[in-house]
């Protein structure tokens, strides 16, 4: 379940790590789209559209469906979720730091204010 699990989520930020796929997956959070919808804001053939658009389909955010000759596709939005998880992980380990250099930092200035306090 570990190593499944470990392999979405890389299939995840693999997908997202792709400035292309992130447009397309904004073009999507809109609403479905063609792959030639998709393809239209780039540079970029329409076989490399569809490229795109498998990655991000193995990585479970994008659904496809063919309608006649047109390929239709829909945002999955659920598996961003395993990654939205990993990275708040590290969200709340920087926070727990930072909480303890704020309160470093809020005692070094009460002792200095104090030290300052007993000079006059």
Avoid: Y
């Avoid at 992130?22 to 490229?51: F, I, N, W, Y």
């Amino acid at each position: 379940m570990v190593e499944e699990s470990s392999s979405r989520l890389d299939a995840v930020f693999h997908a997202l790590a792709d400035p292309t796929r992130r447009s397309m997956l904004r073009q999507l959070s809109a609403g479905e789209r063609t792959v030639g919808d998709l393809a239209a804001p780039h540079p970029m053939s329409l076989a490399a559209a569809s490229k795109h658009v498998k990655v991000l389909e193995e990585a479970g955010l994008v659904r496809r469906e063919i309608r006649g000759r047109t390929h239709v596709c829909r945002l999955e939005a659920m598996p961003m979720h395993a990654g939205q998880e990993w990275i708040r992980h590290f969200e709340r380990f920087w926070t727990e730091r930072l909480d303890v250099l704020e309160a470093l930092l809020t005692a070094n200035d009460e002792k200095e204010h104090g030290d300052d306090q007993r000079e006059r």
